[in-house]
């Protein structure tokens, strides 16, 4: 989800990075050293959290059929603390996966490192690499916890570099509706300002970030995504700090190859349009944005998914932004 927010965020980082020449203050801090610290903060958080839930996972029978999961039987079923199975993917569905920026809208349990390069940001101002990790755990059929700290790079056009950590999100999504073909989910974002907004690595905000997101089998091996949310700052705004920015988002997937091909397993071709528009500023800002990528699996659960975005309404705020993903699923 933080990915729909960067429009928005760019100018105001910006701002804050030019504010900062001013001050002469340039600490830049090596993306390795970054890199080594955000590996050991996941695998810290990992073990806290099966030391922590340990007494209440338990294996659940293969012959057990699950019910479905729906509004009528929200309170009785889905909760209870146990290791998460994928549901099952018969040979005429859609596989269920997340796909590139629009927010996810099914569960999973994986390990995943986001890459993103954004080409001219800022109208022209500057170019920024972004490395996220992030890490999903499904709690229970029904709660999944999700972490993304992230490691950011800025280029101005007239500037020094500078790379460090960017900000934090810790997002929790709640299963509405899950059968068969279709699944229905809230989400809840929090962002956490983590990144230096003086030298443009952070928004300096704390948001909130309530949506709603669907998955949709097809049929023929097509599948339907859409996802709808709002961005609301709640700390560190300005007087140009939209009152809430709404996030939009829909993504139409074919998949080619059933998922025991050698090397291209569920092979998957998708296109995503996801748009931003802000609400309540003097200045107020939408972006829509087109997103072609393709998604496989090397074996082993080893996922790579790259992608390319070309805006297509504000068109000033970025020329593109290229993407690419490495997953685990386990």
Known sequence: ????????????RQRGYSKNLFKGYHKKVALPNHGLFVYMYFVSFYFLFIISFSPFLQAQEVSEKKPDLTLSNFFSEGWKFTWWEEPEQEPDQAPRFRLLKIPATVFEREVRMNYSFTNNGDSGKLDEHEYELEFEMPVSRRLLIEVEPKVVSVSPDHGNDHSGFGD????????LFETRNTTLLTILDTNFPTGNEDIGLGSGMTTISPGIGMWRDLGRHFALHGFFG???????????????????????????TSKDTPLFGNLTLFVELNGSSDVGSDNDITVVSILPGVRWNLGHEFWLMPGIEIPVIGRDEFDNRIWFSVLKDF
């Not at 989800?1 to 105001?12: A, C, F, G, I, Q």
């Not at 934090?168 to 299963?175: A, D, G, H, N, Q």
């Open 1 to 12: 989800m933080e990915k729909l927010k960067k429009e928005r965020n760019l100018s105001v």
């Open 230 to 256: 709002l961005d609301i700052p709640v700390a560190g705004t300005t007087e140009e700090t939209p009152d809430t920015t709404v996030i939009y988002g829909t993504a139409l997937a074919k998949t080619l």
């Open 168 to 175: 934090t999100s810790l997002i929790t999504r709640v299963m």
